[in-house]
């Protein structure tokens, strides 16, 4: 894939995502339950506006609407929806969550939408192969480095 953006913090991660998905008005976000879910509302809050859902897992019976409320995005009720957009997290690529990328391949050619985003930390698409399998439209790769202090 041709690089066509830096992306620098979280404040980089959140510009880049809005440029993203600029045109769309329908996103639905699937990624694995509990570690991908706050990153779905947190890439959901610049783009409020637009209707998103949630899919856990592969398990699209349990789609739930991001809602924006006063105290951020919170996931909402059942829902169900065709998108502009769907983008896979990275989480469903962790080896200890055991998608494989066939699996999730076969998953979204049950839905219809029109992009298809990965937004993943690590290069973990990569790495599980996923770049090569799936066919994404642009993928956004954040790579995270810190340290821990203490006195």
């Known amino acids: 894939m041709e690089k066509i953006q830096e992306v620098k913090g979280l404040g ?12 769309d008005q329908k996103i639905i976000f699937v990624g694995s339950p509990g570690f991908c879910t706050p990153f779905a509302l947190f890439l959901g809050y610049p783009v ?4 998103m859902a949630f899919i856990p897992g592969l398990d699209s019976e349990k789609a739930r609407k991001l809602v924006a409320t006063e105290s951020g995005m919170e996931l909402g009720e059942k829902c169900s929806f065709e998108a502009d957009a769907v983008v896979v997290l ?7 969550i055991g998608v494989k990328a066939e699996e999730m391949a076969d998953f979204l050619a049950k839905m219809k939408y029109k992009k298809l985003i990965g937004v993943c930390f690590m290069s973990i698409f990569e790495k599980a ?4 399998a799936l066919k994404f439209d642009s ?6 480095e810190g340290d821990i202090s203490c006195r």
Do not use: H, S, T, Y
């Open 139 to 144: 993928v956004m790769n954040i790579i995270i």
């Open 12 to 23: 980089g991660m959140l510009n880049g995502f809005r440029d993203l998905v600029k045109d």
């Open 90 to 96: 990275g989480g469903m690529a962790m080896p200890k």
């Open 48 to 51: 409020r506006e637009k209707e």
């Open 129 to 132: 192969g996923w770049c090569q």
